[in-house]
């Protein structure tokens, strides 16, 4: 398929296309069934199939240890920032946050409605151009877990190494979701909406230390309790079935490009393809966040003044690229290179940046 789009949008984003193609083979008569997937019952047969593989390809592919649940969760990242303190919150506990970005921002406003929620770093100052180290926390007594957005979507920031202090940790990962390992035992509960890495919108998955449903509070309404999804398998109501299909079929595209080792080697390279354009264009090019810290799924950079980056912009859509205009918050370009991106796309782009910035000086 040569006319395909180079897609750096930032979620829902660009999947891989033997599994839409893959999609698309089986859509309208699943197996022989003379139906669609999406036509059945979920409590049927092939459905049941299709759910429990994604689950246990999810475990797989997520390194998990057997102390963690995974969880199909609609509603997707943000129903977490509100889910997490609900269900690991008890009378005289708080959480603490490590406001890196948007949204660390959005989950200490939310989870502030369901307990007391703090503000254990805030970046906004520094203009989120780093994530905090460990020393840099200010955690305080009675604290039941610290959040972390792993990597801001928005700012173009990750944390290099997941902090390692006294209280579990929440974590958003959202935007870099199997993308590189994570220490397990430094988590209670991890999240992410599934539309960046894993597969079309519609859920988040959801991953939950055993011990926290255990201890978890109960007095919820069912569908807000993780405790209730882990013991009915993530099919406690009808749940999202083309999601769970399709996120299904990404995670076996990614076994067979080697798992969570060989993605995360090909995420950094894909990075360092424009992060050393921007390094090497003597300023021209600005990246707005520390090197340490910079993410390798979402790259942020500035041009000279917002007319060149439009007519980047212009020039980019032109070479068949798309969503590369940051954030309406931030301004500035944006490329979201995530798994499925192919190396080829970032290649593409990174030789548009070094053309345009020697047809246009600054
Ligand atoms: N956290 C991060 C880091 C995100 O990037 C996003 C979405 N862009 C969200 C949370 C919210 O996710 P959702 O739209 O699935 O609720």
């Not at 995420?267 to 050393?276: F, G, S, T």
């Not at 917002?306 to 690229?321: N, T, V, Y």
């Amino acid at each position: 398929m040569a006319d395909r789009t180079i897609n750096f949008s930032a979620g829902p984003c660009t999947l891989p296309l033997e599994v839409l193609e893959e999609a698309q083979s089986e859509f309208v008569d699943y197996h022989g069934a003379g139906m669609s997937l999406i036509e059945m019952s979920h409590r049927g047969a092939h459905y049941d199939a299709v759910h429990q593989e994604a689950l246990q390809l999810t475990r797989e592919v997520a390194g998990l240890p057997d102390d963690f649940e995974v969880l199909f969760v609609q509603g997707g990242a943000s129903l977490q920032f509100a889910m997490a303190p609900m269900n690991l919150l008890a009378t005289g506990e708080s959480a603490a946050f490590a406001v890196t970005g948007a949204w660390a921002e959005k989950a200490v406003e939310d989870a502030g409605h369901h307990g007391d929620a703090y503000v254990a770093w805030d970046g906004s100052d520094e203009g989120y151009a780093r994530t905090p180290s460990a020393g840099d926390l200010d955690l305080r007594d009675g604290t039941r877990y610290l959040h972390v957005c792993t990597n801001e979507t928005i700012g173009g920031i990750r944390f290099p190494e997941i902090p390692q202090v006294d209280v579990p940790l929440v974590g958003d990962v959202s935007s870099e979701f199997l993308s590189r390992p994570l220490p397990w035992d430094r988590f209670d509960l991890v999240f992410g909406g599934v539309q960046k890495n894993l597969g079309p919108a519609g859920m988040a998955v959801v991953f939950v230390r055993k011990s926290v449903l255990e201890s978890g509070n109960r007095d919820l309404a069912a569908y807000l309790r993780y405790d209730v999804h882990a013991s009915k398998e993530s099919l406690y109501n009808t749940p999202p079935v083309f999601t769970i299909w399709m996120t299904g079929k990404v995670l076996k595209w990614m076994q067979a490009q080697g798992g969570l080792a060989a993605i995360e080697a090909a995420a950094e390279r894909k990075a360092a393809l424009v992060y050393d354009v921007i390094d090497g264009s003597d300023g021209y090019f600005r990246s707005p966040v520390d090197a340490g810290h910079r993410s390798v799924m979402n790259v942020v950079w500035r041009l000279p003044s917002e007319d060149l980056e439009a007519q980047f912009l212009k020039e980019a859509s032109a070479h068949g690229m798309s969503g590369l205009k940051g954030h309406r918050s931030v301004g500035g370009l944006r490329a979201s290179i995530y798994n499925a991106m192919p190396e080829s796309g970032v290649q593409a782009l990174a030789d548009l940046m070094r053309d345009f910035a020697d047809r246009h000086p600054a």
